[in-house]
T-cell receptor
Framework: GDSVTQMEGPVTLSEEACLTI???????????LFWYVQYPGEGLQLLLK?????DKGSNKGFEATYRKETTSFHLEKGSVQVSDSAVYFC?????????????FGRGTSLIVHP | GAVVSQHPSRVICKSGTSVKIECRSL??????MFWYRQFPKQSLMLMATSNEGSKATYEQGVEKDKFLINHASLTLSTLTVTSAHPEDSSFYIC??????????????FGPGTRLTVT
C-alpha cells in the first residue's frame, strides 16, 4: 500500500536558519503530494502541493519539489521565523488508486528559537 | 472559499455519556468527508470515510458502533462518540472533499475538536 516517511523530529533551529524536512513516499499509482502545517491546538492547513513530477509547490517562503526519480518531496525554507514553529505533515493522495484516500506521514515538529 | 467548520471546538463530558461532533462545509458541497483522530504528538489516524447518503467506511480497528458517523447532507457530517470513556479523549479532526468543483485529491480540514472524557 501507499506510505509516507518523514524525518523524525523535533527539529530545533534558530531564527533565520535554513530548514529541510525530508519526506519520501511509496505509491502504487501516480500520486499528488502535499505538505500540511498544524499550529498548536489547531487543525491542518494546506501549505503547498504538487501534482506531477518536477512540479514545485511554494507558499509563505516554503518550497518542495516533486521528485519522481527519488520518490521524494522535501520541504525547504531559506530563513525560518519563530512563527513557523508548528508540526508539518507530508501527505499523498493517489489518484489512480481508485479510492483517493489520503496517506499522511507521522509529522515533524519544528521549533524555532529567537 | 473551501472552509470547513467543526462544532464544538472543545467538549468535556462524563464517562458513559455520548458526544456529538459536527463537521460542516460552509461554501461548497462535500461529497466525501473524512474523520481523523490525533493523539498527542502523533500523526492523524483515519477513522472513517463517509459519502453523502451512504454508510461510512470504517478503517480497520475502529468500532463502528462506538463511533457513529452520519453524512446526511452535502454540507454536514456528524461523529457521535457513544458511551464515551477516558481513553476516547483525543483531538478529532474532520476534512471534506469537494468532488465537483475541486480536483478530487484536494481536501479541506476543520479546526478540530478536543474531547476530554472525565
Amino acid at each position: 500500500g501507499d506510505s509516507v516517511t518523514q524525518m523524525e523530529g523535533p527539529v530545533t533551529l534558530s531564527e533565520e536558519a535554513c530548514l529541510t524536512i525530508n519526506c519520501t513516499y511509496t505509491a502504487t499509482g501516480y500520486p499528488s503530494l502535499f505538505w500540511y502545517v498544524q499550529y498548536p491546538g489547531e487543525g491542518l492547513q494546506l501549505l503547498l502541493k504538487a501534482t506531477k513530477a518536477d512540479d514545485k509547490g511554494s507558499n509563505k517562503g516554503f518550497e518542495a519539489t516533486y521528485r519522481k526519480e527519488t520518490t521524494s518531496f522535501h520541504l525547504e525554507k531559506g530563513s525560518v521565523q519563530v512563527s513557523d514553529s508548528a508540526v508539518y505533515f507530508c501527505a499523498l493522495s493517489d489518484q489512480t488508486g481508485g479510492s483517493y484516500i489520503p496517506t499522511f506521514g507521522r509529522g515533524t515538529s519544528l521549533i524555532v528559537h529567537p | 472559499g473551501a472552509v470547513v467548520s467543526q462544532h464544538p471546538s472543545r467538549v468535556i463530558c462524563k464517562s458513559g455519556t455520548s458526544v456529538k461532533i459536527e463537521c460542516r462545509s460552509l461554501d461548497f458541497q462535500a461529497t466525501t468527508m473524512f474523520w481523523y483522530r490525533q493523539f498527542p504528538k502523533q500523526s492523524l489516524m483515519l477513522m472513517a470515510t463517509s459519502n453523502e447518503g451512504s454508510k461510512a467506511t470504517y478503517e480497520q480497528g475502529v468500532e463502528k458502533d462506538k463511533f457513529l458517523i452520519n453524512h446526511a447532507s452535502l454540507t454536514l457530517s456528524t461523529l457521535t462518540v457513544t458511551s464515551a470513556h477516558p481513553e476516547d479523549s483525543s483531538f478529532y479532526i474532520c476534512s471534506a472533499r469537494d468532488g465537483v468543483r475541486s480536483p478530487s485529491y484536494e481536501q479541506y480540514f476543520g479546526p478540530g475538536t478536543r474531547l476530554t472524557v472525565t
